[in-house]
């Protein structure tokens, strides 16, 4: 009988060796790039910060907003970067997860911060003269603050990578694997709500900007509360006459069909007017096969309705309206079932799956 060869090895021992190289290579990027952040948060506060305070350019509000919590991040990296060199994965990253929620502030006033810096760039002459200034440094290669800016929160996300990993590659007998596990855990929960806080900022701003395009009495207040989802052009084909287009806005909870303003109108002039609201929750879906000639298509619809729309596949993407009732009530105008056709046009695929899915409102943001 073979005696087996000097390089056969247990599978136990080559998984372990594979743990400890992705652990040692894990740990060698969080030490390398956590130098390297730290590096570039002094230059921020240095060259920026410590300049706006000392010269007096930005008074304490508006520097606060601007920057928000960014010297205290700052102190918590500086405390951080010793144990990464000593070894010290463990210990150093359980401390450092007392500072985690001055990343949650600070995604908190991300928004703020954003509008802030364009507000002073475009009014203090002062202030933007500083900033070309300082952007011009070397030590900046070409990065201009509102690039920098945005520096912890990116961190975070490199955190929750980093520190996960070297957390499934510690064994549990090793002395920091509890802590790792810890800090692991408490870093993803706090990344998973800045995103959270970073969708909603950025669903607000989709708000206010699909609020700023519907005017009249019944668009008062119709975005307040919701998700966006999507909007585009749709052709409306009634039984005669020719094709008019509309807008549609896909919500969380409703669909909204708008009609566009006269461009010669004098003060309303590419703004669009509410004539439709389908609650989502009121609706029904139901498959139906083959109706238009398409793979799959399916009907939308509410039981008391009149009138329906048809989509089908165009440069448009058209909507056939049959009996139809013109209203000058919105809301009663709003009890149509739409057809589509899944597969002809972006709004049959989200409704489909927007209406048959169980997950929350605002999980559907990714279509943004």
């Not at 006033?109 to 500083?130: G, I, M, P, Y």
């Not at 549609?248 to 509410?274: I, Y």
């Not at 879906?285 to 298509?297: E, I, Q, T």
């Not at 008391?304 to 729309?309: I, K, N, P, Q, V």
Request: charged share 20%; net charge positive.
């Amino acid at each position: 009988m073979e005696s087996p060869g000097p390089r056969a090895r247990c599978p136990v021992q080559q998984q372990r060796a594979r743990w400890e190289r992705k652990r040692a290579c894990t740990a060698r990027e969080l030490l390398e790039t956590e130098r390297r952040y730290q590096e570039q948060l002094g230059l921020v506060a240095t060259y920026f910060l410590g300049i706006l305070k000392a010269k007096g350019t930005l008074r304490p509000p508006e520097r606060q907003t601007l920057f928000g919590p960014w010297e205290l991040i700052y102190d918590a990296s500086q405390e951080l970067l010793p144990y990464l060199e000593g070894g010290y994965w463990g210990q150093g990253l359980e401390g450092f997860c007392r500072h985690l929620e001055l990343y949650t502030q600070f995604a908190a006033n991300a928004e703020r911060s954003r509008t802030t810096l364009q507000e002073q760039l475009k009014k203090n002459k002062r202030f933007r003269r500083c900033v070309q200034l300082q952007e011009g440094r070397p030590e900046f290669e070409g990065l201009q603050l509102q690039d920098l800016l945005p520096l912890p929160l990116q961190r975070l996300q490199q955190y929750e990578n980093l520190v996960v990993a070297l957390a499934e590659n510690t064994g549990p007998n090793s002395p920091d694997y509890q802590q790792l596990t810890r800090a692991a855990r408490l870093i993803s929960d706090t990344a998973q709500r800045v995103h959270t806080i970073g969708q909603k900022q950025k669903n607000d701003q989709h708000l206010q900007r699909v609020q700023a395009l519907l005017s009249g009495r019944w668009a008062k207040g119709l975005t307040s509360g919701r998700w966006f989802l999507r909007q585009g052009w749709l052709l409306v084909v009634p039984p005669t006459g020719e094709p008019r287009p509309r807008m549609f806005f896909l919500f969380s909870d409703v669909l909204v069909m708008a009609k566009p303003r006269p461009p010669l109108h004098l003060l309303k002039s590419g703004t669009f007017a509410c004539r439709a609201l389908y609650p989502m929750a009121q609706c029904q879906l139901h498959k139906v096969f083959g109706h238009s000639g398409g793979p799959c298509g399916g009907l939308l619809s509410q039981p008391e309705l009149e009138e329906s729309y048809k989509f089908q596949n165009s440069p448009y993407s058209k909507v056939r309206a049959r009996n139809t009732k013109e209203s000058s009530s919105a809301l009663n105008k709003a009890q149509n079932p739409l057809w589509f056709d899944e597969g002809y046009f972006v709004f049959a695929k989200l409704l489909l799956g927007h209406l048959t899915s169980s997950q929350e409102p605002g999980t559907q943001l990714q279509h943004n």
